[in-house]
């Protein structure tokens, strides 16, 4: 069964940068799409960005399009998510999920998401 983890969380100030890690492990990575999504407190989870690696194919959500740069090692089994030009508005909690079951495609709805493989999450903290 598939594992993933998120590292790379941390606080950095407005306009920094921060590069997030979605390590996979207990299965072969091939034919996986892995979305990025984020919950700031008190509000619902939004996604952000997804990656299709039978596809190659990529998506953006508005609010993050031209800042963030989803990309994959697959040798590695590592899924990265780079945010540049960090806000205040992107605090939030960052989680990676896989999935066999449906190619990358935005907009993110969460919903079909759930039940999928999910990690734990990391903190982004963005000081203004």
């Known amino acids: 069964e598939l594992h993933v983890a998120e590292s790379g969380g941390g606080l950095v100030q407005d306009g920094g940068s921060l590069r997030l890690s979605c390590a996979a492990s207990g299965s072969t990575f091939d034919g996986f799409a892995i979305g990025w999504f984020r919950q700031a407190p008190g509000l619902e989870p939004e996604g952000v960005s997804c990656?299709?690696?039978?596809?190659?194919?990529?998506y953006y959500s508005k609010s993050v399009e031209g800042r963030f740069t989803i990309s994959s090692d697959n040798a590695k089994m590592t899924v990265y998510l780079q945010m540049n030009n960090l806000k205040a508005n992107d605090t939030a909690v960052y989680s990676c999920?896989?999935?066999?079951?449906?190619?990358?495609?935005?907009?993110?709805?969460?919903?079909?998401?759930?039940?999928?493989?999910w990690g734990q999450g990391t903190q982004v903290t963005v000081s203004s």
């Open positions: 999920v896989a999935t066999r079951y449906f190619l990358c495609a935005g907009p993110l709805d969460v919903r079909r998401w759930y039940g999928h493989y």
């Open positions: 990656i299709d690696l039978r596809e190659e194919t990529t």
